[in-house]
């Protein structure tokens, strides 16, 4: 990192890491080549194939253009091209853009919010996925290539390590689904192995190795006193000395038990993460992350609500999306002030409508309306940032703005002016905003700052109970009672039996074990064992009977585990036939950026642990 320096790779060979941060609307990638005994560098991707300033920006449009053979003819840069659309419009071309919408998890979606473009020639999620993947790999060789050669990349290429981001509110499903898609593109195997070689971070944690890397520092440069005799003289420091000065008072800050909150204000997303730092250096999470469907893309979609209805039924309705196009690539970006009115020329200089305030062929907005387009997007951050400060286990006193929409003055100054009134600083790291997650998905697996975080949600598994006659909640599903076929016992079905609570802080490395004894009457029948992960969202203390909020129930994952080297016990049932039982753990890790399990046994009194693997959804009906 640039203010303390990071460790040497203590790897046995040379490996290449490549870092994909995947955006809404913009996507980047960084990379580090990693040498044993030699310190990583963080580097970012700065030259795509029809970017116009070579060198000059770090990320591309996350859009793809498909023929009518659905294949793609235009990614990224080239989708800038002048006269795309015509082209487009003559050829029968479909647009993806906003595709990384689709990928959200179904309870993220907000009741009558604008709808997310649909995907075209009814191509799922994850084919659109695997393309625009594709492409960012094509673009690192090509520019790893040409800037450290062919021989080196060639070397690295059939083992490369891959880091993908997701926003906070992302789980295993999406992962699944990223995971695929990283496999149907031919960046790893479909094996174990090539799996284990794509990771997962979330855009929030990436952003905070981002930040620490870039210092941290919560106002300009500082002045320092200096004891001269009276009168006391103020000296300037220099900007690194002031930079230095200023991570020393933050770190000290953080250490005497401060919290800090890093805002990810994305294309799509609004990801909020708190963290305090421990006397180690590493930090913990201090408050469950949120993700709110925000970003500066729900911004545009306001703006072409608030055009197709001014134009509706005039002969300028069919200006809407290119009146929305350019709200989106000048108007929302240099949007300051809402006391002047702001021009968007979109048609021949001969047209005028008034009526309309169309005038010159161009429309005039007040800027009163466009301060409307990002209202529910900056009460979004405040608010969650004053739940954020109530919820989190030490006081937060500073806030951090990254990502792209962060780069929008109006966006900060109004932040800004609401949450520094409650004594919390509101700032931005230095420059390079752009390239901010995906530079930080490359510190997280360099650096690993992160040492526990905090559960999202309570997760656990459906158990049997024995039936309590004199037990309320039993006698209230009494209706619901089953024998069981291996113990002959009344039994109700359905009781989650809790592994890990919600809001619990959970360190990297802290495993959750949930014991079982299974019965079979055939010894096959245990061979293997698949246990449904159940989580829980709601409010809810106890005792927890899915059937009472059913759709706050969810299956998270399947843990499915290879029990057929486990010797079994024999025993009878009431009806003396013989059984067989075997008794195992599954242990769970959740401080993890993706959950892992295993399971445990013993043989000759000795523990012994095996591989399980945990199987999410990945198919449409996981998402919105």
């Known amino acids: ?124 999620v994850v084919e659109v996925f695997t393309d625009f993947v594709t492409y960012l790999n094509s673009c690192a060789k090509k520019y790893i290539t040409e800037t450290h050669g062919a021989a080196l990349y060639n070397s690295l290429s059939n083992d490369i390590i891959y880091v993908l981001t997701h ?144 134009l509706k039924a005039t002969r300028f309705e069919p200006d809407v999306d290119t009146l929305t196009q350019r709200f989106d690539r000048n108007t929302k970006h240099g949007f300051r002030k809402d006391d002047e009115p702001h021009h968007i020329q979109f048609a021949s200089s001969r047209e005028r409508e008034p009526a309309l305030r169309i005038r010159g062929g161009r429309l005039t907005m007040d800027g009163p309306d466009v301060a409307s387009f990002f209202k529910p997007s900056v009460d979004c951050i405040v608010d969650a940032v004053k739940k954020q400060c109530a919820s ?50 490359v510190s997280f697996y360099l650096d690993s700052l992160v040492s526990s975080r905090v559960s999202r949600a309570m997760y656990g598994v459906t158990v049997r109970k024995a039936y309590d006659s004199t037990n309320p909640d039993h006698v209230k599903r009494g209706h619901k009672v089953v024998v069981s076929k291996i113990s002959g016992e009344p039994s109700l079905y359905g009781f989650l039996d809790a592994i890990l609570p919600k809001g619990v802080q959970v360190k990297s490395t802290e495993e959750f074990i949930q014991a079982y004894s299974l019965g079979a009457k055939d010894r096959a029948d245990l061979n293997s064992n698949t246990t449904r992960i159940f989580a829980y969202y709601g409010d809810s203390k106890g005792p927890h009977w899915i059937d009472d909020e059913p759709d706050l129930y969810p299956v998270v994952c399947r843990v499915k585990a290879d029990t057929s080297k486990i010797t079994p016990t ?33 043989e000759d009194g000795v523990e012994k642990r095996g591989p399980a693997s945990v199987i999410f959804d990945d198919g449409a009906s996981a998402f919105a």
Not at 418 to 438: C, F, R, Y
Not at 572 to 594: A, C, M, R
């Open 570 to 602: 024999e025993g009878k049932n009431p009806q003396g036939e013989t059984l067989y039982y075997i008794d195992y753990s599954v242990v769970l890790l959740f401080g993890l950026t993706e959950m892992k399990a295993q399971i445990s046994y013993l």
């Open 167 to 310: 926003p906070n509110g992302w789980a295993g499903p999406q992962q699944a689904a990223m995971r695929r898609a990283a496999t149907l593109g031919k960046l790893v195997p479909d094996t174990p192995e090539g799996s284990a070689r794509v990771i997962f971070v979330t855009e929030g944690e990436a952003s905070l190795h981002f930040c620490l890397a870039k210092g941290m520092h919560l106002a300009g440069a500082p002045e320092k006193d200096v004891e001269d005799g009276p009168p006391k003289k103020k000296v300037k420091l220099s900007k690194a000395a002031a930079a230095k000065a200023a991570k020393e008072e933050e770190l000290k800050k953080a250490k005497e038990g401060n919290g800090i909150l890093i805002v990810d204000a994305g294309g799509g997303t609004i990801d909020v993460t708190s963290y305090s730092q421990q006397p180690d250096g590493s930090y913990n999470e201090i408050a469950i992350p949120q993700c709110y469907f925000q970003g500066s893309a729900y911004v545009t979609m306001r703006a072409k609500k608030w055009f197709t209805n001014l």
């Open 392 to 441: 989190a286990r030490v006081p937060i006193r500073a806030v951090f703005l990254v990502g792209g929409f962060s780069a929008s003055e109006w966006l900060f100054s109004q932040v800004q002016a609401q949450i520094e009134p409650l004594g919390i600083t509101v700032s931005i790291p230095d420059s390079h905003m752009n390239k901010a997650v995906s530079s930080g998905a």
């Open 1 to 124: 990192m640039e203010d303390t320096p990071r460790k040497e790779y203590d790897g046995a060979t040379r490996r290449l890491l490549l870092a994909f941060d995947i955006g809404t609307t913009f996507s980047g990638i960084s990379y580090s080549i990693l040498d044993p005994g030699k310190v990583p560098e963080i580097r970012p991707v700065t030259r795509y194939p029809s970017q116009e300033k070579a060198g000059g920006d770090s990320k591309i449009p996350t859009v793809i253009y498909y023929n009518k053979d659905r294949q793609p003819v235009a990614i990224g840069a080239e989708t800038l091209k002048e006269g795309i659309e015509v082209d487009a419009e003559e050829e029968g071309w479909e647009v993806a853009r906003w595709f990384k919408l689709h990928l959200r998890p179904k309870t993220a979606v907000v009741p009558g919010e604008e709808p997310v473009p649909p995907l075209p020639f009814n191509k799922t």
